[in-house]
Every structure is written in C-alpha cells, then in structure tokens.
C-alpha cells in the first residue's frame, strides 16, 4: 500500500476542512455570537495535524489503486467527522462527544438526523457550519479535494469511485480533475439559484442560505425545531419541494443539458423511473390523506413536499407523516427505500438498482418457461453487463443484512420499540433523516444511548459512502503487504 500518498491525501483533506470552517467563523465574528474561538481551536488543531502530514509525507509515486482509493475516501470520512465535531464541543452547544460526533456525520453524510430539541438562540456561526457540513458532503469531499488538488494523485478516479453514489463511475470529460470541477460549478450554481429564489418569496439571507445548502446536500438541517414547516408558506414549500427533487437527478444530466445533449438527457431512463417513482408515490399519499387536509390541493401540497424530501433524502418536513393514514406511511417508507439517482447528492438504494432489481427478477421469471432463450436485462436502451447484475444483487444482500444488523444492535439499548429502531437504521442507511414513531420528523436522536448513536453514525458513513469503502477497513488483507 502506498502509505505515503494515503497519508498526504489525509493531511489535505484537514487542511481544507479547516478552510471550510472560515465562512462559519466570519458570520460568528458578525453576529457576536460567542463561538469564535470554537473555530479558531478546531482550525488551529486541523493544522497542527493536517500540515506536518501534508509537507512530509512525500510519495515516491502518485498512482492510487483500487485499495488505497478505497481505504483513503473511508479514513478521509472519519476524520473529516471527527474534526468536524469539535466546535459542537468547544461552543458548548454539544458538550457530549459522542452526541457532538453523531451531529457531525449526521451533517456530511447529509443524513439530517439531529440531536437536538431546542433550536432557540443557537449560535448562528455553529448552526451555519452545522448546514455547511451538508454542502460539503453532498458532492462528496473527494471530490471536491480533486477540484482544488487535480494533480495530486494519478488515477483518481479510484476515489471518486469510492465516493461517488451508484454502482458505476464514469468521468464526464477525460482528465478527473476537469470533471470535479465541473460537479462542483454545476453544484454551486444550483444552490446560488435556490438562495436566491428562496430570498424572493420572502426568506432571510440566513435562513435561505441554511435552507439552500440543506437542499443542495440533501441533508434536511434546518435551523427551525418546525424545519420548513416553520415557515408556514405554500410557496416556499413549491420552491424546496421543486429543488428537493431537481438535486435528485444525476448530475451527469444536468452536464447533457448544458452541451446540448438536452434530448438525451430527457430519454434517461433513470430519469424516467426516477420521476414516475415520485409522480406515483405523491399522487398515493394526496389521496390517502385527503380526508385529513380536507382539499385535493392542500393535500398535494404536503403529499408532495414529504415524498419530494425523503426520496432525495433530503429529511425536511412540513407535516408529521406519524398521523397518515398507514398506507401512506408505508409509501414514505417506500421512497425511503428506493432513494433518488445515482450521480446524485441524494442517498438510499439508489433507483438505477431498484430498476435492475426488478428487471433481472423479471428475467428469472421469464426463463421459469422460457429455459433456452438468451435473455439480457437491458437498461438505458443497451444490455446490462452481468458483472454490474452481480454486483448489484450482491450490494442488495449487503444493503438488507446491514439495515437488519443496525435495528438489532441498537434495539439493545431497550429505549425504543421496533418501529422506531427498525426505521432508526433504514433512515441511517439510507441518509435521509427522520424516521417513525419516535424518531419522527417532529422528533429527535437524543433519546438513544452512546452506543445506539455510535451503531447509528457507522451506520450513516457506511450509507454515505455505499457500503463497502467503510467495510473493507475491517478486511485484513486490506492492510496486508503486497
């Protein structure tokens, strides 16, 4: 393994999680807010750690295989949380670290799920940083470090691969570096949007700034105990919803769009599943709770934002889903699943799985009377390689057993009951936020142990990171010579 090129990839990411953390210091300094020497103490010991392995960690060579990719992007997501915990902790906001630590991977996993029961006079430069940490994460940390550092590493696109949602990687121009920046262009453009949107129909700098980044992340921290619903406005509840799903869409598309390719990008057939998914789930739920809202369009209006967030993932809430009608939880629970696109800064199964799921299940059926025949699942107008069915049946198995192991091990703490602890672990996994019954979207985490938060924050880098980069950390030849 090359050690050094690992450790000098570590000793930047520090580094640039330390020049991250200057935006939410400047707005300390403006608003007095009591927090600013939180965030000189954490920057100040990100550099103390980050440059000596920065500046003497200097590898022979800059080719990354497979393995320090994967061991790189998993070590980068642990310490990237366990920095970004420290102002939580020096602010005194979260004086507990480990409740500290489950906020921070909460934040870049943009998962959304919170520890916290009152958000009343919370200093607004931890509570910014505390969003910022969604936007930073949504497009992946890697790949921001390979926009701002593209020479550093000679194939990077190992981790970007690691990193990147979805069971394929592919680079949207040649050279890696290029392709980072693009994503990263696309990504800020679209929150700059949303932010200003957000200011039109009526939104405060500040508030549209966390609610843009929380969007852009699909991460869902809101500086509001009510979240969005906090607002109580039709309009800002279109905007979100309509943004919501737009960070859902493979970014690759929105590249498409931009060169021309307009027409291709509208004959995605992820796309397509992708939108029926949405279309379908939020026409279900407008009707099964339509006796509850009491009109067709007020029903719609909240249908449509809840599924829109927990689809993307995103976790924001306007309405309590704990008091639908259950076939309308069960649809929640659904999209909850599925998750938006691959390429995406949305989490969960992703819909391009969910598609070759059902279509190589529907093939099995089909050689049931049709033995002989060569039948190819065919997705995205061309035959699907049988290694990528594999690897995605083998993801799914791993998925579920995960999703299982997590409900069980934080069942053992005795605080809740299944339907909390069982979707406690879907929700982490998935990184999408709240969960049912008592870690609804009106609830929190708190209420769960040291070691339920610690389950539960493995559970989040491991959704994040889709799995495997986080595992492999645990194989023993992972770290065996040759």
């Known amino acids: 393994m090359n050690k050094r090129l690992v450790i000098r990839l570590l000793g930047a990411i520090m580094l640039i999680e330390a020049l991250a953390m200057l935006p939410s210091m400047l707005i300390s300094i403006v608003t007095h807010d009591g927090c600013v020497q939180a965030f000189l103490n954490t920057i100040a010991i990100l550099c103390l750690c980050g440059m000596p392995m920065w500046l003497l960690a200097r590898p022979k060579e800059s080719n990354l295989r497979a393995r320090e990719g994967f061991v790189t992007v998993a070590l980068a997501w642990v310490i990237l949380s366990a920095f970004g915990a420290l102002p939580f902790v020096f602010s005194g906001m979260i004086p507990n670290y480990v409740d500290a630590l489950f906020e921070s991977v909460s934040g870049f996993t943009t998962t959304g799920a919170t520890v916290f029961a009152n958000f009343e006079g919370a200093p607004k430069g931890i509570m910014f940083w505390r969003s910022f940490t969604h936007w930073i994460g949504g497009m992946g940390v890697l790949v921001l470090t390979l926009a701002l550092l593209p020479s550093m590493t000679g194939r990077a696109s190992h981790l970007a691969r690691a990193e990147s949602p979805g069971p394929s990687f592919s680079k949207i121009v040649p050279k890696m570096g290029d392709s980072a920046k693009i994503l990263y262009i696309i990504y800020a453009v679209l929150t700059i949007v949303e932010f200003g949107v957000l200011m039109l129909c009526g939104m405060g700098p500040y508030d549209a700034a966390i609610h843009a980044m929380g969007t852009a992340g699909t991460g869902g921290f809101s500086n509001y105990g009510a979240s969005v619903g906090a607002f109580d406005s039709a309009l800002i509840d279109g905007v979100i919803t309509f943004f919501m799903v737009l960070f859902g869409i493979n970014f690759a598309l929105f590249y498409r769009v931009l060169t021309g390719g307009w027409r291709d990008a509208l004959k ?98 089909r050689h049931t009377f049709q033995p002989r025949k060569v039948q190819v699942v065919r997705f995205e107008g061309k035959g699907t390689d049988e290694n990528i069915l594999a690897q995605t049946a083998v993801f799914f198995f791993a998925y579920i057993a995960l999703i299982l192991i997590g409900c069980f091990l934080v069942s053992l703490e005795g605080k809740y009951g299944f339907a909390a602890n069982f979707t406690a672990a879907l929700t982490c996994v998935n990184n999408v936020g709240p969960g049912l019954a008592e870690i609804g979207p009106m609830y929190n985490f708190a209420g769960y142990g040291p070691f339920g938060k610690l389950i539960l924050s493995l559970l989040m880098l491991c959704g994040r990171l889709e799995l495997f980069p986080i595992l492999v950390l645990f194989h023993p030849a992972i770290w065996r010579k040759g």
């Open 268 to 365: 995605s057939e992820e796309l397509h599943w992708y939108l029926g998914i949405f279309t379908v789930c939020t026409l279900g739920v407008t009707l099964l709770i339509m006796p509850q809202y009491g009109s067709f369009v007020q029903s719609l209006r909240y249908g449509s934002f809840q599924i829109a967030s927990i689809i993307s993932t995103t976790g924001y809430a306007t309405a309590d889903y704990n008091l639908w009608h259950p076939a309308a939880q069960m649809l929640v629970l659904f999209v909850m699943f599925t998750g938006a696109c691959a390429g995406s800064t949305a989490g969960g199964m992703k819909v391009v799985r969910v598609a070759l799921l059902s279509k190589l299940a529907g093939r099995e059926v």
